[in-house]
Each structure stands twice: as structure tokens, then as C-alpha cells.
């Protein structure tokens, strides 16, 4: 970010990377602006000045976390190579976006799986679905990846659409288990996400 300490755009990241923080810790609906005012160390009136409610920010998180991991992967899906190459090199950088920021995937996971629904109101409802395009897109785009490397043989002839929920599926349970470590070298991430993804490409190669 070029923002300078204090100004607008920095102060609004910084809510949002608290929020999601304390969704991911807490869930949506146990989370409080105070927690999120309190982690960014601000009064819960500059939470309000930049966003309406809680919900409001649930849906600054949901549509920040897609940008930032659309904005990593997207280049390499519409790069040279064969879909295979294009495919891994998309998947290795989903992975490291998500060791990241893994509490910005895991509230978009919490909102996928409908966990964040029995909280809101039948119109927020129908707004976080609404924002649930982006996640179909952004599968989407997976899905015709791979339906390229199918055409060019350097995948094996599979139903796309259901390989690319397999292989995003897989992608993203690594949520569940890693964790980055303070001070944890760049290189290591990097190592770690392609052998994650040499396994799981290496079922759908040719």
C-alpha cells in the first residue's frame, strides 16, 4: 500500500484485516466491532465511519479476500503454456495467497458453507449470496483451465467442472490445517505450496 500511516485507505485495511481476524476466531456472529475496533486499536466510531455495520464488513472481507487471490492467480490463467502449466502455476499461487491470508479464505469459506447465514437477515442473505459470484467465477475460470489442458492433452480427458471443485476443494483444505509461522521464509511457503500442488496436478496429467 502507498497510503501513509493514518489516511483513509490505510485505515480501512486495517479494519478489514481485524475483522477478518476476529470472524475467523470467533465466527461472524460472535464477533463484535468492539473486538475488531480493539484490534485495529481504534474507537468503534472510526469502524463506523468507514463502514455501516458488522455485515457491511463481512462483505468488505468476502470481496477483498476474492480480489487479492484473484489478482494472484488470473495472470497465470491467461498466460502461454499448455493448460497443465497454466493450471499449476494458477494453483501454486492460490495456495500461497491462502498461507497469506488464510483468515480472509476462511471467511469466505465460512460464507460458501452457509455458517455466516443463520445469523443475518433474509435481506443480507440475499446479498451475500448475490457476492457469491465471485467465488462461481473464480471457479470458473479454474474450470476452463482445465478444460483447455484437456483440448491440449496435457491433462487426461475428466469432467473439468468437477475437477476443478475437486482440485480447488483440495486447494483450500489447507486452511484447515497450516498455519504460516512468524518470520517464516518466502522459499519455504513457495516449496510448500508446489508440492502440494505437483500431488494433486499429478492425478490429472496426461
Known sequence: MSASPGSVPEVRWRILDAAAEAFMRSGFANATVDDIARDVGATKGLVYYHFRSKFDILL????EGMRRVREQVEPHAQGPGAGRDRLAAMSVAHEL?????PAYHHVIHQAVRGEVSTALKERQREALLALNRLRREYELMFRRVVQEGIDDGSLR????SLAARILLGNLNAV????RKTEGQPADELRALAHRIVDLLIGGLAA
Open 157 to 160: 480427458p475428466v469432467e473439468a
Open 175 to 178: 486452511d484447515m490445517w497450516y
Open 97 to 101: 495467497n491462502l498461507m497469506e491470508n
Open 60 to 63: 468488505a472481507v468476502y470481496e
